[in-house]
């Protein structure tokens, strides 16, 4: 908790530098459900309907995240693309707490964060820049209560802010964060924090190189202090070494139901 | 409770004004296949559904009738009328519906909301055994009040033999309602009878296990809509992800051949197994595929015997061996389940193949296919033969010997083996490439040891003068030396100097890696500190293999920024160490790693070199249907080279030999222990 203020205070103090982020195109993730409606004397409707792509946003194929929509997070997984932690304690290499459905802004599933959780993307690098971008539904509707911030495994690459569009969400409760930063030479993370009051989804991060000619940087980044980037590095780091370890309890309670449960005909 | 109709109106709550609307509806939608929606958001079931249940009337028996009911509960907002069925964190629950007595393909589909879930379609028998396996994936229809439909289609059923369990599974915990299951295709005919994975007699998105054509389309989700984007963003994910550099110089291409038949694949199977084995065609040891089907499928041949690579020396006369592989040889068996095998028979061919090339065949169509990192040593396929026989083959060709000798070269049929009756139990022994145990505490009967087991202490075969110990486990898995083997690991060290050990042998035959805080505790024991290596995660989506110089400037420039892995302690052990190899994986080829070449008295026996695998990985998967993992990193040696794909060499290469196995010896362990022996001089 008191690592996460310091966090935020030491964004903020990095409010007044320039910014000057690059409006992005559409990241083909669809429309979020509107939730149960209807006005005047039309019918009460009981729940709308939606079609989403059971895959998430697979039209951004050239996604450096390993998972940047949280669909292809496999039901045992122990090591995956994205690790989540309580706080900026960074003790835990737990993975996020998942939602599913109608309050994901893409696919089926997305992250959902209790206050002052963090989440990590782990992705790579490029020859070109990198644009960036996620959305994030602040249940408190604050956008600047969300810290996303782009690192490099190296600290000799500047950890940056990727600030949101706007200080308050979009119609339909998302934020979206996003920025273009020059080329790096090393592995890429995006954190997400919930600095806010309320609860957080986090939804459709795409981390794509810049295609030619998009190659205007900003005026200028917000960098994050290193005293910020370096402890997530650190988590980084122990997200990333090598890690086999036994199956943990949701698979074992799995594998027990199966061996001994009779199917009946 | 049989699985029952019902009217779909009344289902929905319907009365009225609505009925007439719903009609309406119905007859825009003659060819439906699945329930749908009503306007105003009401769920009807489709009419042409042959079982729908949404618990209205209250539940149905548990598919399994040992489990307790089924919970519901009033739900406003339930899918389909007023109740939903309640899943509890890390709980299933299930339904059966008895089918009508024709062979047709089904939809089948259910509702879910909450914590993570995942649905699947159990097809069972007369014997209550899961024989085939349908998993439910997201259509992609979900609704406003978080209700997230799972289905599949196409699943195949013969309603004279089989009958259907549904349900899902819940690691967070859940609600399900709706489940609906609709004709949706006629079939001919179902599950032929086959022989082994070799036989063509199976048709598109069936495959050969157990001597049956199983359907394994259920195994996938339907090609999806927009193929092309999904192929080209998974094709995507080994281009820019996977790590290691010699498998993305020489074993990538041939992934990505494989992905090609994605763009034209006509049926799901082809499609998701064209992903399957693209990633088995990476060929590492961290890269793997798995599916539902491995949880699910109850094997009714099951076999307990295990095998090894070795030296056939007793009848190299009636079977000269091969000119590319090993013999393969039995090295221990449980006490039934065997086919009257013993340590030290010889298994020479699968249907006509030598059995490891059989297995290495077994990569197009086997979701689990193992592998090591390296293109040269096969344990992984010697060690899975117990189970991929009793699923793929027809027949094996086999030498039984004794002490006296050998016989002739006998055929047992395997698609002929009687199924288990059900419930029978089967001897738990493991296939750890250790023909016997020596350490008093190991477990000699089952082979079997827990994750975070060390077995220490004086060798059976030494005494309390001469003073020889061993450590036998498997894991290397600790995050801080005191969790997970750490504990045990650090006792059996422990153990080495309060009893003054005169020399030891580290028996890791099959390592199943962990952590670098597991070989930390033997490096430290055995070696003087030194630098060992250097892992680097991938870093840009365009990387390719680095020269030796670059390789050089990364390894000495993590040297000197203290982020190189680091061996050993500044007053190491001076009694002989042997340290014993097989098969091995991550952590556990770090181990020899460290240890090679860093002290004259530590030395390796084993038959070939470890894997290789020197990287680590991340998660992807679909669901509960199919999970693979990626190696996400190379390693840099000294020297400059990258590790991963090269395995350790042993100091002392030693096969397994028949004519030990049979007269009750472990030919690996017998090397290092003279070694020992003769270091400690008389």
Redo the contacts between chains.
């Keep these: 908790m008191k690592y996460a203020l310091f966090l935020i205070a030491a964004l903020a103090a990095c409010g007044d530098e320039a910014i000057n982020p690059v409006a992005l195109t559409g990241s083909g993730g669809s429309t979020a459900?509107?939730?149960?409606g209807g006005s005047g004397g039309a019918?009460?409707?009981?729940?709308?309907?939606?079609?989403?792509?059971?895959?998430g946003n697979?039209?951004?194929?050239?996604?450096?995240l390993?998972?940047g929509d949280f669909?292809?997070?496999?039901?045992?997984?122990?090591?995956?693309?994205w690790y989540a932690s309580p706080s900026t304690q960074f003790y835990e290499l737990g993975l996020p707490p998942?939602e599913?459905?109608?309050?994901c802004r893409s696919g089926?599933?997305c992250a959902r964060l209790d206050p002052q959780w963090v989440i990590l993307g782990?992705g790579?690098?490029?020859?070109h820049s990198l644009n960036v971008s996620v959305w994030a539904k602040p249940e408190d509707g604050m956008c600047n209560a969300v810290f996303v911030i782009l690192l490099s495994?190296s600290n000799s690459e500047s950890a940056v802010e990727v600030p949101a569009e706007s200080d308050a969400p979009a119609a339909d409760g998302w934020c979206h964060f996003a920025l273009l930063v020059p080329a790096?030479?090393?592995?890429t993370y995006l954190f997400v924090q919930n600095g806010g009051s309320g609860q957080l989804i986090v939804d459709d991060a795409v981390i794509t190189?810049a295609v030619e000619g998009q190659d205007v940087l900003p005026a200028g980044l917000r960098i994050a202090p290193e005293s910020v980037a370096a402890p997530i590095r650190a988590w980084a780091r122990a997200a990333?070494?090598?890690?086999?370890?036994?199956p943990n309890?949701?698979r074992l309670?799995?594998?027990e139901?199966?061996r001994t449960?009779?199917?009946?005909? | 409770m049989r699985g029952w109709m019902l009217s779909p109106l009344r289902a929905a709550g319907f009365g009225g004004a609505r009925v007439a609307a719903a009609f309406v509806l119905l007859a825009f939608t003659a060819k439906a296949r699945a329930g749908d929606?009503l306007?105003?958001?009401?769920f009807y079931f489709d009419p042409a559904a042959v079982a729908s249940f949404d618990f209205e009337d209250g539940v149905p028996e548990p598919?399994?009738?040992?489990d307790p009911p089924l919970t519901r509960s009033d739900a406003s907002?339930a899918l389909s009328g007023q109740w939903v069925i309640d899943v509890e964190p890390?709980a299933?629950a299930f339904v059966?519906i008895?089918l009508p007595d024709v062979m047709r393909t089904y939809r089948a589909s259910l509702w879910?909301?909450?914590?993570?879930?995942?649905g699947f379609a159990?097809i069972?028998?007369?014997d209550?055994?899961?024989a085939e396996v349908a998993v439910l994936?997201?259509?992609?229809?979900?609704?406003?009040?978080?209700?997230?439909e799972l289905a599949n289609e196409g699943i195949r059923v013969d309603g004279t033999r089989?009958?259907l369990?549904i349900g899902v599974?819940s690691?967070?915990g859940g609600q399900m309602d709706a489940i609906e299951l609709v004709p949706d295709g006629d079939i001919d005919g179902i599950n032929p009878a086959c022989f082994g994975a070799l036989d063509d007699a199976c048709g598109v998105g069936e495959s050969c296990y157990w001597g049956e054509c199983r359907n394994v389309n259920g195994w996938v989700?339907p090609i999806?809509s927009?193929r092309e984007?999904?192929t080209?963003?998974l094709e995507?994910?080994l281009r820019?992800?996977f790590g290691p550099f010699l498998q993305r110089s020489i074993d990538l291409p041939g992934a990505l051949i494989a992905m090609e038949a994605m763009r034209h694949a006509s049926d799901p199977w082809s499609y998701w197994n064209s992903y399957a084995l693209a990633v088995r065609r990476l060929h590492d040891g961290h890269t793997q595929f798995g599916g539902l089907a491995d949880?699910?499928l109850e094997n009714p041949k099951p076999l307990a015997i295990c095998f090894l690579e070795g030296d056939a020396d007793l009848s190299h006369l009636t079977e000269p061996s091969d000119p590319e592989y090993h013999d393969v040889l039995v090295s221990h068996v449980g006490a039934d389940h065997n086919l009257g095998l013993a340590p030290g028979d010889r298994l020479v061919r699968i249907d006509g193949l030598h059995p490891i090339e059989w297995s290495r065949m077994l990569v197009e169509g086997n979701w689990n296919h193992p592998t090591a990192a390296n293109h040269q040593t096969f344990a992984e396929h010697a060690s899975q033969l117990r189970s991929v026989i009793s699923r793929f083959a027809s027949e094996i060709e086999v030498i039984r010997c004794n002490p006296q000798g050998c016989g002739a070269v006998e055929v047992i049929s395997i698609r002929d083996l009687p199924a288990d009756a059900?419930g029978t139990p089967v001897s738990p022994v493991a296939c750890d490439n250790r023909p016997l145990r020596h350490v008093p505490t190991a477990p000699f009967e089952t082979h079997a040891g827990d994750?975070?087991a060390a077995y220490a202490g004086l060798l059976l075969e030494s005494n309390t003068i001469e003073k020889i110990y061993g450590i036998e486990w498997e894991?290397l898995?600790t995050t801080n030396g005191q969790d997970?083997v750490g504990a045990n690991l650090n006792a059996g060290i422990q153990l080495l100097e309060n009893d003054a050990a005169r020399g030891v042998i580290f028996d890791h035959r099959t390592g199943?890696?962990?952590?670098?805080a597991g070989p930390e505790i033997i490096w430290d024991f055995a070696v003087t500190t030194h630098p060992v290596s250097f892992?680097l995660?991938?870093?840009?989506?365009?990387d390719e293999q680095p020269t030796l110089a670059a390789g050089l400037a990364i390894f000495q420039q993590a040297v000197s920024q203290g982020n190189a892995e680091v061996a050993g302690s500044s007053n190491p052990s001076s009694i002989p160490i042997a340290l014993l190899i097989t098969q091995d994986?991550?952590?556990s080829d770090?181990l020899p790693l460290g240890l090679k070449g860093a002290a004259p008295n530590v030395r390796i026996f084993g038959p070939y070199a470890t894997s290789g695998s020197f990287?680590?990985?991340?998660?992807?998967?679909?669901?509960?249907g199919f999970?693979?993992?990626l190696a996400?990193?190379d390693t840099y040696l000294p020297d400059g080279s990258t590790a991963n794909g090269t395995g350790i060499e042993p100091d002392v290469v030693v096969l397994p030999k028949q004519s030990d196995l049979v007269n009750g010896k472990d030919t690996v362990f017998e090397a290092a222990l003279a070694w020992i022996r003769a270091e400690l001089g008389p």
């Design positions: 459900a509107s939730g149960a019918p009460v409707v009981k729940r709308r309907v939606e079609q989403r792509n059971p895959f697979v039209a951004a194929i050239d996604n450096l390993w998972d669909e292809w997070r496999a039901t045992f997984a122990s090591q995956y693309g998942l599913m459905g109608a309050r089926i599933k782990l790579v690098a490029s020859q495994q790096r030479d090393s592995a190189p990333t070494r090598p890690r086999i370890e036994p309890e949701e309670r799995f594998e139901r199966m449960r009779k199917w009946t005909r | 929606f306007d105003d958001g009401s598919s399994d009738p040992r907002d890390f299933d059966s008895d879910v909301r909450g914590g993570d879930s995942a159990v069972a028998h007369e209550g055994r899961a994936y997201p259509t992609g229809r979900i609704t406003s009040d978080g209700w997230v089989s009958g369990g599974f690691p967070e989700p999806p927009d984007v999904v080209q963003y995507n994910r820019f992800l949880f699910v059900p994750w975070d894991s898995f997970g199943t890696g962990g952590t670098l892992m995660t991938r870093q840009r989506a365009e994986v991550s952590a770090w990287s680590t990985f991340h998660q992807l998967g679909y669901w509960l999970n693979m993992g996400s990193a």
